[in-house]
C-alpha cells in the first residue's frame, strides 16, 4: 500500500521561506500537496501530474511552487512569502486520482 512521509514544516516569519519534501512508497500518476488549518477543512494547495502539470489554488500563485523528482517518487512544495494564513498541517497525497491513507503530515506556523 503506497504511504507518503511528509517533513520540511516549521516555524518561520511573515514572508519568509519553506520548502517541504513528500516521500512516496510507489508510484502515483499524480501528486499533490493539501492542507488543514485549525477549524477548517482539509483543502488542496497544488498538484502535479508525472507529465509536469501543474494546478495550484488561487491563495497560493506566485508564491508556492510544486516539484516531483519521478525516479524518487518524491514532490516538494516551495512556499515564498508565507503569510500567518498559511498555517496549517500539510498533507501530501494524490492528485486527480482516488485517496491513499493520509500521512501525518508536517506543521507549517507563519508568526512573527
Known amino acids: 500500500q503506497v504511504q507518503f512521509v511528509e517533513s520540511g514544516g516549521g516555524l518561520v516569519q511573515p514572508g519568509g521561506s519553506l520548502r517541504l519534501s513528500c516521500a512516496c512508497s510507489?508510484?502515483?500518476?499524480?501528486m499533490g500537496w493539501y492542507r488543514q488549518a485549525p477549524g477548517k477543512q482539509r483543502e488542496l494547495v497544488a498538484g502535479i501530474t508525472t507529465g509536469g502539470s501543474t494546478y495550484y489554488a488561487d491563495s497560493v500563485k506566485g508564491r508556492f511552487t510544486i516539484s516531483r523528482d519521478n525516479p524518487k517518487n518524491t514532490v516538494y512544495l516551495q512556499m515564498n512569502t508565507l503569510k500567518p494564513e498559511d498555517t496549517a498541517v500539510y498533507y501530501c497525497?494524490?492528485?486527480?486520482?482516488?485517496?491513499?491513507?493520509w500521512g501525518q503530515g508536517t506543521q507549517v506556523t507563519v508568526s512573527s
Open positions: 497525497n494524490a492528485f486527480g486520482g482516488s485517496f491513499v491513507p
Open positions: 510507489g508510484s502515483i500518476y499524480g
